[in-house]
């Protein structure tokens, strides 16, 4: 049985940044896709991107020209860089692998003064 790893959130200050880390595990399976998805208190979870391994990255509309999605060199890592937080994104950001029907526990972003 498989497994994500997230990792990344935090608390952070309006227009700041935060890096979040996803690993699917085992390693031995070749990840395709990932996507990450929010829930904020309160409310539906929402897609945020989706990332292929052809090097394609897709975007909400509310993240686009500001979170870049990424992989790492280790193998089934990825990245998801946001930037210039805004304070309606406190929620918990998950990592998806479609192909495995996989989804982790989440990990908390707050954005506060």
């Known amino acids: 049985q498989g497994q994500i790893e997230e990792s990344g959130g935090g608390l952070v200050q309006p227009g700041g940044s935060l890096t979040l880390a996803c690993v699917v595990r085992?390693?031995?399976?070749?990840?395709?896709?990932v996507q990450w998805h929010r829930q904020a208190p309160g409310q539906r979870r929402e897609w945020v991107a989706s990332m292929y391994g052809n090097g394609v990255t897709n975007y909400a509309d509310s993240a686009r020209g500001r979170f870049a999605g990424m992989r790492g060199s280790a193998k089934n890592t990825f990245y998801l860089q946001m930037n210039n937080l805004e304070l309606g994104e406190t929620a918990d950001y998950y990592c998806?692998?479609?192909?495995?029907?996989?989804w982790g526990r989440g990990t908390r972003v707050t954005v506060s003064s």
């Open positions: 998806h692998a479609p192909s495995r029907n996989y």
């Open positions: 085992p390693l031995s399976f070749n990840i395709y896709e």
